[in-house]
């Protein structure tokens, strides 16, 4: 994980909106329309705070058709274990600069 990783993370836990989303998909898979209902949220608003959820890496959305052929978009946890301590920032930070190193290298002269 690099330190924009990292940061999308914290970035996406770090609203207590987003952790009532996390807490509610703890239950499995639901409808985007029925966590809506279960949290009291709009679905424009619940929208934003899924997506940066999921460009984190914390939850997955998928789109599928009913019965009847209405799309409908199902969001649940992703597998994930957060620890921050020193270590998880200084290889965040190294991460950053073996990637601009390597950037480094394939650029030519």
């Known amino acids: ?4 990783q990292l940061l999308a993370v914290l970035a996406a836990v770090g609203h207590p909106q987003r952790l ?3 807490a509610g998909l ?3 898979r639901v409808h985007v329309s029925e966590l809506a209902r279960r949290l009291g949220l709009s679905r424009p608003l619940l929208y934003m705070h899924l997506e940066r959820l999921e460009k984190a890496g914390l939850i997955t959305g998928q789109l ?3 019965g009847d052929g209405k799309a409908m ?6 597998p994930f274990d957060l620890h921050l ?4 920032i ?4 190294r991460a950053d600069q073996r990637d601009a190193d390597r950037s480094e290298k394939e650029t030519p002269e």
Do not use: Q
């Not at 978009?73 to 992703?78: I, S, Y």
């Open 85 to 88: 301590t020193v270590d998880t």
């Open 26 to 28: 703890t239950e499995g």
């Open 20 to 22: 009532r989303i996390i």
């Open 73 to 78: 978009k199902f969001f649940e946890l992703a």
């Open 90 to 93: 200084v290889a965040a930070l």
């Open 1 to 4: 994980m690099d330190s924009e």
């Open 64 to 66: 599928e058709l009913s």
